[in-house]
C-alpha cells in the first residue's frame, strides 16, 4: 500500500517537473489560469462606466472606467467546475448583473474572456477573436 502511495507521489512529482508553468502561475494541472478583461467601448461624452465583480470568495470592489479604458483580474479555477465570477455595470441610468464566469458554461478555446460595454448592451468575445469579433450577449436594463 505505501509502495503504491510512493509511486502516486513520484508521478505527482514527474508531472510537476513537466507543466512548470502552470505551477508556476498557482494553478493546478486540471486547470489553467484564466483572466477576465471589462471593457469601456461607451461613446464618447457619455457617463463612465461604473462596475462592480464578484465572487462567493473575493471580493474586487468598485472600478470606474473611462473610455477605452478596461479592469481585469486573472485567477485559477476550481477543479471541480464551480467557480464563478459576476460583475454589475451601471452606465446611467441603465445597468446590467451577470455572469462573468462561469466555468461550466465556458467553453473557452482561449485563457482570456472579453466583455466590452457599448452603447447598445454588453458584448462577449473570447481571446482569439477580440477585439475583430465580439457578439452582443445582453441588453442594457433602464
Known sequence: MSFTIFKIFLLFLVMQACIPDRFAEGCSIFSSKR????????????PQLE???YSKDDDLGNHTLSIGQEF?????PNVLPTTLFACHLWWFPKEKAFDAFKENIFKLRT??????AKSDGIYFADGIDYPEASSKKYDWNN
Open 72 to 76: 481585469q483580474w486573472s485567477f485559477c
Open 111 to 116: 485563457e482570456a474572456l472579453y466583455w466590452i
Open 51 to 53: 462596475l462592480h465583480c
Open 35 to 46: 483572466t477576465v478583461h471589462i471593457v469601456n467601448d461607451l461613446p464618447r461624452d457619455t
